[in-house]
């Protein structure tokens, strides 16, 4: 998507800005690519970060790839800042991280309103009915250039084979199963433990988020991720058993800043 807008425009846009919101818990080849991506087609890419502070406006930085966080910081800074952690219905971790982190520094620049575009395909017709049934409010109004011109993601896989570089992480027709927050409790289950099998220390951080929030939430359903199936910890015990104990075709629950 961002390639068609500079190819469209001769570069990028004086009135556009390209922001990547970090949680410090993606992938290092997913800071790599969106580093890659600045420098091979020369555009600027501003790097975000949440953090807590007394005045919401406040609350985000501006980081870079050799400063951005990569032990999960501004996540574990947003469930302090809550007592709890978030879960497939309370998702504030995706808004508060990624979509106001973006909107608080769009605000400090001066922006009172704005079109996002989102890099939602054709072939994702939920996702693309979704963002035409939501009311943003007046400042924002989303859209999805590469839904409306019908490309695929076929037509996304034949566009990076053409490339110099691309996105370091394995890809499974079109699935990125390492993408977003490494062990993101949206994921599915079979998916997760086999994360935890490949690297059992991805599942550290979340193990120590849910101990922490079972000291501080206020209510039990607070203090885990997932109330429908085991906690971090348990999984990763069940990785390093090598024991089956998700149906391999669970799908996950799409994590998209557009959702």
Excluded at 109 to 134: H, T, V
């Amino acid at each position: 998507m961002l390639h068609r807008v500079l190819e469209s425009n001769g570069g990028l846009p004086a009135e556009a800005i390209v922001c990547f919101a970090n949680t410090g818990k993606e992938d290092e080849a997913t800071l790599e690519f969106v580093r890659d991506c600045a420098v091979n087609w020369d555009v600027p890419i501003t790097w975000l970060e949440y953090i807590f502070a007394d005045e919401t406006k406040d609350r985000y930085k501006v980081v870079s790839f050799d400063t951005a966080s990569r032990k999960g910081e501004p996540f574990e800074t947003l469930i302090r800042a809550r007592n709890y952690l978030p879960n497939p219905v309370a998702r504030f971790c995706t808004v508060e991280l990624k979509v106001r982190a973006i909107h608080r520094y769009l605000n400090a620049i001066g922006w009172i309103e704005w079109d996002s575009m989102l890099g939602i395909r054709a072939d994702e017709p939920r996702r693309l009915a979704k963002l035409g049934n939501q009311d943003y409010g007046k400042h924002e109004e989303k859209c999805a250039p590469l839904g409306r011109a019908g490309i695929t993601k076929e037509d996304v896989g034949a566009f990076w084979r053409a490339q110099s570089f691309d996105l370091g992480l394995p890809n499974n027709n079109g699935v990125t199963m390492h993408g977003n927050c490494d062990l993101c409790f949206l994921k599915g289950g079979a998916q997760v433990l086999s994360l935890i099998a490949e690297k059992p220390s991805r599942a550290i951080w979340w193990a120590k988020m849910e101990a922490l929030a079972l000291a501080l939430a206020s209510k039990p359903s607070g203090a885990v991720f997932r109330s429908d199936r085991p906690s971090y910890a348990q999984m990763a015990a069940f990785a390093a058993d090598q024991v089956d104990m998700f149906d391999a075709n669970e799908e996950g629950i799409a994590c998209f800043c557009g959702d």
